[in-house]
């Protein structure tokens, strides 16, 4: 039972650029979730998807965008990149039956440097 | 808006000892309160979880973490210390709807031989 991928592993940029990461959710799951984690704190909910639409936001610039695909995949992209967007970005996918009760499982991350 | 708070940042016991990491929430609704731990340079794995059935729940690795509703509370004990659990490890509650996870600010453990 393949879990939650993530691609690339590692990655960097320069400020202004503009970055895609992507995520596989672990089989079976429907919703995808995205976080930011930056150095020594805990992740910081972006945004989640379902059935392809964008279902909540947290507290994030329309800089950072996404899309989920019909297979679920997802991907996160941040434009016009600062240095504060250095982070392990990292994926959940979960199961949209089960809320209320589901458990987002989480994939290894991507870890974006910003120069 | 639902919160938690870690409180303590760094917790050090020794190979054998038990493991308390402390944690309270605050939630406008009944929560659902989850511990996982990140190993250095790994994602996020999962614990356990709470999610209104047996207030004390049984993890993976010897874990396990008690609800209590009266203190707002959801600690992490372990009765004996391995080396391995030597991790970050954060407490965190869902928010209602479509279960975003918000996340305490984390505790690092710390093993000692």
């Known amino acids: 039972d393949a879990g939650v991928t993530q691609s690339p592993t590692h990655l960097i940029k320069t400020r202004g650029q503009q970055v895609t990461l992507r995520c596989s959710p672990k089989s079976g799951h429907d919703t995808v979730s995205w976080y930011q984690q930056a150095l020594g704190q805990g992740p910081q909910f972006i945004f989640q998807y379902y059935e392809e639409e964008e279902r909540q936001r947290g507290n994030f610039p329309d800089r950072f965008s996404g899309h989920q695909f019909p297979n679920y995949s997802s991907e996160l992209n941040v434009n016009a990149l600062l240095l504060g967007d250095s982070a392990l970005y990292l994926c959940?996918?979960?199961?949209?039956?089960?809320?209320?009760?589901?458990?987002?499982?989480f994939g290894p991350g991507t870890r974006l440097l910003v120069l | 808006a639902q919160s938690v708070t870690q409180l303590d940042s760094h917790v050090s016991v020794s190979e054998g000892t038990p493991v308390l990491l402390r944690c309270n929430y605050s939630?406008?609704?009944?929560?659902?309160l989850f511990w996982y731990v990140q190993h250095p340079n790994k994602g996020l794995q999962l614990l356990l979880k709470?999610?209104?059935?047996?207030?004390l729940v049984k993890g993976i690795n010897g874990f396990e973490a008690e609800f209590k509703k009266s203190e707002t509370s959801f600690h992490l004990t372990k009765p004996s210390a391995h080396m391995s659990d030597a991790a970050e490890y954060f407490c965190v509650v869902s928010d209602t709807g479509f279960q975003k996870l918000v996340f305490g600010t984390g505790t690092r453990l710390l093993v000692s031989p």
């Open positions: 939630s406008s609704y009944s929560p659902s």
């Open positions: 959940a996918s979960s199961l949209a039956i089960d809320r209320g009760q589901e458990t987002q499982y």
């Open positions: 709470y999610t209104s059935a047996a207030t």
